[in-house]
Nanobody
């Protein structure tokens, strides 16, 4: 089991900055990829960014160039630095951790943190 706790959400004006953090605990040695997803009411949860154990990052087209994902394995954290925020970025953001591979892959989720971009 992996337990994830997010922090850092809130209200920010368009064009502003916000940083989300996620701390992992439990069976952290089994974690490979970590990432951030977001979900609006009635919609499918979508990938925002993910980062491999080797530090390779992948981004959704909608956030590439504005968001930066990073991980600190010594502190068991993954962070999402968000810049040039837009109202369309308003959503609930979820931290994700993956263990295993192939048919043995498991996904763990945090409780979610609300990000609201509004003037």
């Amino acid at each position: 089991q992996v337990h994830l706790v997010e922090s850092g959400g809130g209200l920010v004006q368009p064009g502003g900055l916000l940083r989300l953090s996620c701390v992992a605990s439990g069976n952290i040695f089994s974690v490979n990829e970590m990432g951030w997803y977001r979900q609006d009411p009635g919609k499918v949860r979508e990938l925002v960014a993910r980062i491999t154990g080797g530090g390779t990052a992948f981004y959704a087209d909608s956030v590439r160039g504005r968001f930066t994902i990073s991980r600190d394995d010594a502190k068991n954290t993954v962070s999402l630095q968000m810049a040039s925020l837009k109202p369309d970025d308003t959503s609930v953001y979820y931290c994700n951790a993956q263990t295993g591979a192939g048919r043995g892959r498991l996904n763990y989720w945090g409780q979610g943190t609300q990000v609201t971009v509004s003037s």
